[in-house]
């Protein structure tokens, strides 16, 4: 209680209680300039145990925030968790997203780029935004093509590709779909054999994530994309850091039915992908 008073004198109109019973907060952070380019919200949930025993539940929100910028921001704010744990931290999370803001504002690409948004976020979208969205996936294949031609692999075979359960909340249909990779090429392929799919090249977001051991650097490839649905693909990763699952793709298809969903969203999305994993 006495750090969410503290926190809301700081920053007054930039602080907004979303549900007071659910102890659900968000925080709208900018880079301090006069005309803010970089904005973000941060929505924390404070569970019971927090801060003792559990971290804040967050989301970060900004139409830029996608793939490694999302992903570097977030492991910025588990490693602060980390550093301080059983203390207060939502002063030190804000903070770290305004420092991150304002180091973006000074450099030179001082641009956000937000080349498609989620349709969550216009409400005036509709049934129409599926006969009007054109897919843009040919983005990141050209980018796993990028990476692979580099490899002077033959081609690997495609690998075989698990469809998993839709789920349907209020018009909305989520569908995860999983193949085992071991190569971007091997990514490249599956994606562009899903976009062969004409339901799945139609769907209103195809957000996916993949990671891949490489046992001789012992380190990880991995990559995401969200595909327009703000931060998707950097929590479809976090979840499958947190599964510890490797040498896999995972996409979840959306198609959106015209009523907004809000965050259930994003449960969607993750519960599709658990399952398939699961599966």
Excluded at 128 to 155: A, G, R
Aim: net charge negative.
């Amino acid at each position: 209680i006495d750090e969410i008073e503290a926190v809301s004198s700081i920053y007054g109109e930039d602080w907004c209680v979303v549900n007071e019973d659910e102890k659900i907060y968000c925080i709208k952070i900018n880079d301090c300039l006069d005309r803010p380019k970089w904005t973000l919200c941060l929505q924390v949930t404070l569970p019971p145990g927090y801060p003792t025993a559990e971290p804040p539940i967050y989301q970060l929100n900004a139409p830029w925030l996608r793939g490694q910028d999302y992903t570097e921001l977030a492991n910025s704010l588990e490693e602060i968790y980390v550093q301080n744990l059983g203390e207060s931290i939502l002063y030190l999370w804000v903070e770290k997203i305004r420092e991150v803001l304002i180091e973006k504002a000074q450099s030179s690409d001082s641009e956000p780029n937000c080349k498609k948004t989620s349709e969550e976020v216009d409400e005036d979208d509709g049934d129409d935004f599926l006969l009007d969205y054109q897919p843009v996936q040919e983005d990141s294949i050209k980018m796993l093509n990028y990476i692979s031609s580099e490899s002077q692999e033959v081609d690997e075979e495609l690998p075989s590709i698990h469809h998993g359960n839709p789920i349907t909340d209020r018009r909305s249909t989520f569908q995860a779909h999983l193949a085992p990779v071991v190569t971007p090429r091997q990514v490249k392929r599956v994606l562009e054999k899903l976009y062969e799919n004409k339901k799945i090249a139609s769907a209103t977001h195809n957000i996916y994530a993949y990671r891949i051991y490489c046992e001789d650097k012992q380190t990880f490839l991995q990559d995401c994309e969200d595909d327009g649905e703000t931060a998707a693909g950097g929590r479809l990763l976090h979840l499958m850091q947190i599964l510890n699952v490797h040498d896999v793709l995972v996409v979840v298809s959306r198609w959106y039915g015209g009523i907004l969903l809000g965050p259930d969203r994003f449960k969607h999305i993750n519960n599709c992908a658990r399952n398939v994993l699961v599966e």
